[in-house]
């Protein structure tokens, strides 16, 4: 039969391309990243001044990116993780060690964020962007304030069915403990049912759990609310071209995040990779990096200054009143992420 | 001789990882994902009951309603496979060759782009102002957004579309050795077109129908696109569970317990597929 014949020949093919990928194993780099986190441009320029083969891959949550490594998953040469995964991979020996403050373009780093506490050391880790997580609501014909996470933990009627919420309990629960009043990290099981009882609540309103899909949700009206990044959000308001969009920095308070460049250990192409660490400290990279994905530097202002979008120094995503309580989520211990686990999978029955 | 690298082949990827994954399901997690050392049947426990505070156990339905959940969906999606499936292999083997091997091949066509693609494909189609609900708008059919999206409908639509050609497939292949004679004797002998499906083609064509039922019943019990990316993933399904065993909750000993028990249902599955043709070659 002929389909047959092809068939063996497809996949032959297949697998011929399969492997001559790993001809030119020299002169590549392998960036594993967040969705639509990393400038094409960026990749293209760092490609031509230095002859390497940039290769793209995405995940969702720092969760899949740790289970990814830990899964064995070696051949990426970078990845970004938020500050409280660096310090589990840290701890869990998952790093190589490199030299970022021997690096030409380390001087850029704002002093703010050299020897961060996450990396007291900066064995292993360079910055990257940093930013905060809360949501953002379409407030065309939304008649809320937008200013409080009870708009979002206990939506309104108007919003019944259109919210959408992130898909990993690392990112939505240290919000609602933040609501409620309640310790983060918690380990007490009688604060961690009410945070149960309040995500069920705000569930009969919720939509879809996803990570990946509010900008398109929140465009094309399929949702009204979404968890949302701050820049991500920005991002979504000018793309779009959806001036009703506004991201949310909640009185109760904001979580805030750092994410890093490191190398995970065995890591094929270590000097590229600390080649690509030090050209996205250089300060024109590092603006151009800010300016793609709206997100706050974490290099000194006075170095980006010139190269950076003025309309970033503006944004009403991005510059939160200093009255509003920011908080860096930490690592939490083994009982309270099975607390979180538990609260997750009743969530989700 | 001859069978030697297929047995390797499977010895090397399917029985060493599920052995792995068996002796992971009864080792204690590491809090930061994968095993510590030493053993354990916490995960086998997890299954069925809730630990207290007191550490003392209390029986906790949580997991098996996901596993129901996703068995129900799974027979669901199956049905409704075989109900359309059936009739499009029918119709394809009464065509000439040449528009049969035609008809097969654009069956196939799409397995040639990933499931994840496909799923966001069909977003397009039923999401807001998509392609279903746009012209509806257009024409005043419509005023409101139907809501097609992220629901029992569009995971159910998503679960029959990708694997039809599974059900398609092998009915057709056994309905193409079907000794058409038998239908005409059949009919000369005035029996009814509902007495000759029932007696003669569905009968014949059973191995064909059973193995298209397994495929698409054990593929749609471990989908996670659908019911994740389509459904909105406000319902975990069984392994939607596994995946978040393996991120978010860095629980492997107990995804790899859950493995296991889907595996063994899989197993069950096919055991009965065995059985049922052994029986009829008995009879033959």
Redesign the interface.
Known sequence: MSIKRHMRKAATLAVAALFSGSVFAEGELFFYNWVDYTPPELIKKFEEETGVKVTVDTYDSNETLLAKLKSGATGYDVVVPSQNFVTIMISEGMLEKIDVKGMSNYGNVDDRWKNPAWDPTQDYSAPWQMGSTSFSINMDGYDGPGNSLKEFFEPSDALKGKVQVFKTPDEVIPLALMYLGLPQCNESPEDMKKVQELLLKQKESVKTYNSETMVANLTNGEVLMSSHWDGYSMKNRLDSKMDSLKYVHPKEGIIGWFDSLVVPKGAPNKENAEKFINFMMDAKNGAELSNFNRYASPLKAAAVGDHLDPTLGTAPEINIDPNIPVHFSETCSAKATKLYDRVWTKLLQ | MGLGPAILTIFAFMVIPIFILGVFSFMP?D????VDKGFSYEAWVQLFF?RD?DDSLIFDP??L??IFRSIVLAVLATITTLAVGFPVAWYIVQQPAKKR?LL??LVTIPFWTNLLIRAYAW?LIL???GMIEKPLYGLGIIDE?L?L??GNLAIGLGLVYSYIPLMILPIYASLEKLDFGLIEAAHDLYAKRYSVIRKIVIPLCLPGIIAGCILVFVLSLGDFISP??LG?????MLS??IQ?Q??????WPFGGALTMLLLIMVGIGSFFYIRVLGKREEIK
Do not use: D
């Open positions: 997690a809090p930061y994902g994968g809730e505070l949580v997991y309603q996901i091997e097969l091949f977003i999401g807001k102002n957004s809501e999206m992220y994740s990316i909105g993933g406000k319902k975990m939607n569970l978040f393996f991120s978010s909750a860095r629980n």
